[in-house]
């Protein structure tokens, strides 16, 4: 029984966390929602089909924020291709409705329906149709309707989670590596701002500066990422051959990569990048969801496979669970451990590359402190710090669960010393967690013949 | 400060009674109601064979472990244990093998840790170096008291474990060999000192497995023989033909299976191993289908020299040939490439994962044909495993249950079909029934046997003499790192022979 109860929180523990959250927060934010855009635009549509059938003539009143532009062409659009009269359309000010509402009125057919945003439909103009239009006969104002929903759970605000996460969530990647094999790799953080300084660097200096190619774009990334991985090569090395801690070298090597990254950058960020690196970062890929995000979901699904299915994640465990009984299992653990070092540091790279394709710009000032959330991403995610356990799937899932604390939190007005305060404790808790547990075997493990 | 004991123990009641003490683990009835006394100013030797129980015995009276049954007294005082520190308090330092220092602090820092004499909250440090060199005066030597613990010498350290136990008032010093790591001139002084401790009415308990000091500081000797004791006899009284016989009078029965041998050619053949203090000069060679025992005493050096052969430790000279090719093992992992396997000695430290599945721990060796493009095959895998718990009859509930959770017979099951899997042709077993019982022991056995059978070449090193000489075909001793000794004709040999060898 309570094997059964710590074999469930060991596995699914966090999950549940992470779905308690979800929705606490769901519940939290549930408020009134109107639809905007093309949502609106749709509902919009169908409510004056339905209301009004297949023939009416119908003015579509928007405001000039960019949602409500969009909103009158899509419904534009809809119309017409539903066959209806071509709508009039204004986007604009009152007094452009105004204005149009009147020339309406000259030709003296009558109007349907005014198709408003919410914004719309409250301006004044329309409050006395009857007495200043006669003409128009007696439109009608539609308007999308409100519904019930959270905030939290709108899908914008969901991949916007997915999206501020990205980073940190791949670079968990190869920190899982690590620890699952006993280290740590505190150079993450400063590697990210190399990474993003050298990548800016090389476009602005050798790729042609804002008129760079894709080519070059490409070739400046896949170069500062390599670099990074050299530099994680040279960590492993310190840490293989010469028997140092990996806490020692990594702490050193996030003091050097930081103060090289300063250095590259002159103490300035580097915004010299043409508008299409922002690709990457915040370009949508398929069904609306960020390039970043599909890559961290192709990097989780190919480091899932290779710990749970291939020889050199078996590899990875047995290194972490007993280095001694894998050295004499044959297992080649200085080469396992400088593949762990280098594939943190390559994928440190690809975050500050990805970093600065979100903020179009590279700057010492990146990363700051992530070492500490990917660490925790880890960690909140089941993996043992001691090393030998841990699932890459726990660690997307630490991260989001952090990336729903903060999101949550900002949705709720929590501010952001308290936001620090919650995000600690959970980690805590996380972490006792993995205590609980890693006491189970130990104590079922430790009576016997000595 | 100074412990006072009345000079005349003979009429009082002894300073230590030990009676009828039991104690088992799971699966090893390690102490079967052993009793000892000691007096004041008296050295008693404790001696027998490895796994007979001497350390056991000597954890229970410094409270490392709780004995299952039986009293200890103390000057007629009955005694019950619960920790270290109840031992402590009543008396008792046991000095282990391995030193109980801290190595960063110094000397004195060590002498007084846990009882730091304090003035006002501060640690008194004058009146600590006053005490320390007062101590050591006692002792008759002159240790650095400001050097840390890790720059002493050994015999140094030893030094500070005594002073230690003087400066809490010990009445009974435990000495568990601590002559091992000494040279003869530190090992005179130690005597030295041992008188000295005699004179001031302190009881020692002095085990060692070299007869000649046996002879030359103790008092009285109690022989325990497979957690019992099995003779206990006045120095002057006994010869050292009559202690061997004593500490190796099993009798062999047929808890050993039969074979038939058919030995082959020569398969592996070492010459001049050598590493450091451990392994000084070591060659031999093994055939196919022999079973090559290697023993000798704790110390002797077998494991390291194992340890050599299969890369496992570098090696500072030596050859390893394979069928006459000579082999460049700088790795386990070339000497696995090479057709090598080994079973460590202790299967929680080097031989499992404890924390990951039977399964997984089976497969770690074998990945390399049980991957297809670096995928491990899962199915295969379990395929594989199945085959061996049901031919091996190791009890798991299924493949994914962790190592940790298993006995240590089928741990060692475990550890077996891994290196099986692999269809090593030279198998080397180190201690492969340390902590079994005996149903499994005997699986084992018959396994080697089987092994061995099929044309397999089989190292195996074994502390328990009636293991040796019914299962091998040939036995080499080893002492301090160097074979002393062949016995070409394992059947033929008697236990006093080899630890004639052993003890040199």
Redesign the interface.
Known sequence: MNRALSRLLTDYGMIFVLAILCAFFSVATYTEQSPTGEAAARQVASTLVAQFGPKFTVLIVAGDRSDETLFADKLQAILKASGTQAPTVVKGEPKDARAALKQLAVTGEPLTAIACTRTTAAWRVFDDLKAEFPTLGNPQLIQPRTEKWPNFLKSENLVNIANQIAVIAIIAIGMTMVIITGGIDLSVGSLIAFSAVLAARFIRDYAGAEQATVLGMTLACIAAIVICGLIGGFAGGMITVFGIPPFIVTLAMMLVCSGLAYMLAAGQSIYQLPDSFIWLGRGEGVFNVPNAVLMMLILYGVAHVVMS????G??L??VG??R?????????VRRVLMFAYIASALLAGLGGVIMASQLKSGSATYGNMYELYVIAAVVVGGTSLSG??GKMFGTLIGAFTIAVIQNGMNLTNVESYTQKVVLGCVILGAVLLDKLRHGQ?LR??S???? | MIASAPPSPILAAPLLEMRGIVKS????Q?LRGVSLSLHAGEVLALLGENGAGKSTLMKVLGGAFRADAGSIAIAGATQHFASPQDSRRAGVAVIYQEFNLVPGLTACENIFLGQEPTRAGFIAQSQERRQAAELFKRLGVEVDLDAPCHRLTTAQQQLVEIAKALAFQARIIVMDEPSAALTDHEVGRLFAIIEELKRQGIGIVYISHRLDEIFAIANRVTVLRDGQNVGERPMGQVTRQELIELMVGRELSDEFPKRSTSIGPVRLEVSGLRRGRAVRDVSFSVRRGEILALTGLVGAGRTETVRLI?G?DPREAGHIRLDGRSLAIR???DA??AGIG?L?EDR?????????SVR?NF???N?DWL?RG???R?RRERDEFARYISSLRIKVFSGEQ?A??LS?GNQQKVVLA?WLARNCDVLIFDEPT??IDVGAKYEIYLLINELAAQGKSIIMISSELPEVLGMADRILVLHEGRVTGEIADARAATQEQIMKLAIA
């Open positions: 299915r291939m020889r050199l078996r590899y465990y047995a669970g007993n001694e009984a894998a050295r004499l299992s044959g297992v080649p030998g356990e075997w079922s493990g009576h016997g013949v000595s | 683990f799971p699966g090893v390690a299969f496992a790795s386990p992992r696995i490439a080994l460590t929680k430290l080097q031989g499992l994962m404890l924390g990951h997984e497969g770690l060796p990945l991957c670096g995928f491990v899962l962790r940790g959770t240590g891994k340390r902590g």
